[in-house]
């Protein structure tokens, strides 16, 4: 069952500590867009911040008209283990396409794309990411997570056209398409194959990117702090934009700290399967039926030549795109080059 409602209680929350405010300190006879990095990062930090209230920005890096809010808000869907999924729906019709963050990630990665293709859409959290529920396995590899999707998406987007997964999203939707293609009749895979885990891959701290965040410290004492580490690892994004969107992906803590609002830091239970090996899914992309697009970021590492003609080799319809000027994360390097291609492929 999906609802519009609170989240559950073994998800992050904020926390303000009494009497604390923030507040935006312009001076007078500053403008609005005078305002500095450190103001902007003020308000942002505020704990009754409102995640939709921000989607202005998002429209003016691209240049979009932005007449007001759009039609936009938080569901959650109950799961079968009895946690439950969060997503955000654009839109009150039925939605085209479902769209899936990546490991470390939550729903709103794809704000830029959602506005820019102006189409009805959910864009999930993924488990243990965003407002969803955490698992006590901790198990939050693409084959737990088709399942939970395959729980939930005949519910809330049961005829959506297309799903578009980037990174742990784009295996999950994999994985999805593989064993429910009822709820996948068009693929869209974002800077992923099965050999992104090969452990004889090596790539530096900028190579990885913002990835790289989830190996360095689970909390930071500041927002501030939380940002500028976001910022250094993201050089194709504009800091405002990365700023949003640690935002989206943090909550303050009882302490003051700041934590991210995802459970990948520390041991998982011994009993939980290794899911960090994804090479079994080449086996998923043998059976995919489904009208796939795999893109690429032009300067990304993650998907190599020999992983582009391993799909080619399993999947000979597939249509593969690079993207210029995008890293890993290309719905927030390039967003609407990604629009345009998702547009082309997924039409309304």
């Known amino acids: 069952m999906a609802t519009d409602n609170t989240p559950t209680d073994n998800t992050p929350t904020d926390n303000t500590p009494t009497g604390e405010t923030a507040t935006d300190q312009t001076t007078a006879g500053e403008t609005t867009t005078a305002r500095?990095?450190?103001?902007?990062?003020?308000?942002?930090?505020?704990?009754?911040?409102?995640?939709?209230?921000?989607?202005?920005?998002n429209a003016e890096e691209l240049g979009l008209p932005f007449a007001g809010r759009p039609d936009v808000g938080r569901g959650y869907a109950d799961l079968p283990d009895g946690g439950r999924?969060?997503?955000i729906r654009w839109g009150h019709a039925e939605p085209e396409l479902v769209f899936l963050h990546g490991g470390a990630q939550n729903a709103h990665t794809w704000d830029y794309v959602a506005l820019a293709l102006g189409r009805p859409a959910v864009a999930v959290d993924l488990p243990g990411h965003g407002h969803s529920s955490w698992r006590a396995d901790r198990d939050y590899g693409p084959w737990r997570n088709a399942e939970a999707l395959g729980a939930v998406l005949p519910s809330i987007a049961p005829a959506a056209a297309t799903v578009v997964g980037m990174s742990l999203g784009g295996a999950t939707a994999i994985r999805l398409a593989a064993t429910h293609p009822e709820l996948c009749r068009r693929l869209v895979v974002v800077d992923v194959t099965p050999g992104v885990t090969d452990p004889n891959r090596t790539m530096t701290t900028a190579?990885?990117?913002?990835?790289?965040?989830v190996s360095g410290p689970p909390t930071y004492p500041s927002f501030e702090a939380m940002?500028?580490?976001?910022?250094?690892?993201?050089?194709?994004?504009a800091p405002a934009g990365v700023r949003r969107g640690v935002r989206h992906n943090a909550h303050r803590l009882p302490d003051g700290h700041w934590a991210w609002r995802y459970d990948l830091f520390g041991p998982r239970p011994p009993s939980t399967p290794d899911?960090?090996?994804?090479?079994?899914?080449?086996?998923?992309?043998d059976v995919i039926t489904a009208p796939t697009l795999l893109?690429?970021?032009?300067?990304?590492?993650?998907?190599?030549?020999?992983d582009v003609d391993e799909f080619r080799r399993r999947m000979p319809s597939v249509r593969v795109e690079i993207v210029a000027g995008a890293g890993h994360a290309v719905q927030s390097d390039q967003p609407l080059e990604l629009t345009r291609l998702i547009s082309g492929f997924a039409p309304a």
């Open 36 to 57: 500095t990095a450190s103001d902007e990062t003020a308000a942002l930090a505020a704990d009754d911040y409102d995640e939709f209230g921000l989607l202005r920005g």
């Open 85 to 87: 999924l969060s997503y």
């Open 207 to 213: 190579q990885r990117g913002a990835v790289a965040l």
């Open 227 to 237: 940002a500028d580490a976001a910022i250094a690892l993201s050089p194709n994004r």
């Open 275 to 285: 899911w960090s090996d994804m090479s079994g899914l080449w086996a998923d992309v």
């Open 295 to 306: 893109v690429r970021g032009g300067e990304s590492r993650y998907v190599r030549d020999e």
